[in-house]
């Protein structure tokens, strides 16, 4: 997410082979030389070139319920149904986007076809 509240996707990040000073994590600001992918037509894709990236902080917190998350949350359009994102696509090209659900009817979790993973 851009700090405007634009979402982007960058890759591709090879974190086997990101240094450890470059590696970031989930909800980890970072600054980083990007380029619009030329592979990849959806206008959200970027490239990032790894040797650029440096990492901005700590995570941000998960505190009184996830309130500095929710914050930067805030600053992008929250979808609330299919047809109104559809419209968004149509419209701005838009593939990234967040959705709120009505309600939730189940979870399905299924057994993992590895469960012997390792780091490794």
Sequence with gaps: MEQDGRLIR???VPFRLVSDDKQFKKWQW???RIAKASNDHR????????????CEGDPLPTKQGWRVRRA???NMP???DFTTL????????ATLALLRPSRVIG?????SDKPDWTQE
Excluded: M, N, Y
Excluded at 86 to 93: E, H, K, L, M
């Design 107 to 111: 979870l399905d979790i299924t057994p």
């Design 86 to 93: 559809d419209q968004a696509r149509v419209s701005g090209g």
């Design 30 to 32: 970072i600054t980083a």
């Design 78 to 80: 929250i979808f609330s």
């Design 10 to 12: 960058l890759f591709p």
């Design 72 to 74: 930067q949350l805030a």
């Design 43 to 54: 206008p959200e894709s970027h490239k990032v070139f790894v040797d650029t990236i440096q």
